[in-house]
């Protein structure tokens, strides 16, 4: 069975949660930079002529698939990279996922999750332009 992990994020802390990912064997990532509020909506920024409040503030989706018995891990290295312990840190969505097929293999389910030999670390840093 598979689960699919949607978790948003501060940007600040994207590279520490992806390598933190690769590190305990997650193959793929997808990241994609959104604007959102949580229950606080925004914050009110103080300028030195006026007070302004901004209604959505920057963060990182990270969206990826995993096996069900790798979601325990997976949630708490989230924790633990992400977090900072104040408003604002994000959320962690676990939803299932009906199928995945691998479409250079055609393999399916847990099968398409699997990586023979080792998760290349350079080819994950190549597209990190700002
Ligand atoms: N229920 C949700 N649905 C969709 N996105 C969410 C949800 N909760 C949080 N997010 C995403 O996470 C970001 C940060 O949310 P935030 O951490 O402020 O949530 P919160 O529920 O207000 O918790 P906290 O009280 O710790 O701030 C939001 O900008 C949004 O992108
Ligand atoms: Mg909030």
Redesign the pocket.
């Known amino acids: 069975m598979l689960k699919k992990i949607e978790a ?1 994020i501060r940007s600040e802390k994207l590279d520490a949660v992806r390598m933190a990912l690769i590190e305990i064997g997650v193959p793929a990532v997808d990241t994609v930079e ?1 604007q ?5 909506s925004g914050i009110k920024l103080a300028g030195r002529h006026s007070t302004y409040v901004v209604d ?2 920057p ?1 990182i ?1 990270m969206s990826f698939v995993v096996s069900d018995e790798d979601v325990e891990q997976v949630v708490d290295v989230i924790l633990k990279t992400a977090a900072t312990g ?6 962690i969505f676990i939803c299932p996922v009906e199928n995945l097929i691998r479409i250079s293999t055609g393999e399916e389910g847990d099968d398409a999750l699997t990586y023979e030999g080792e998760i290349d670390i350079a080819e994950h840093q190549v597209n990190r332009g700002s």
């Open positions: 948003y959104v959102g509020h949580g229950r606080q959505t503030l963060r989706q104040n408003q604002g840190d994000g959320a």
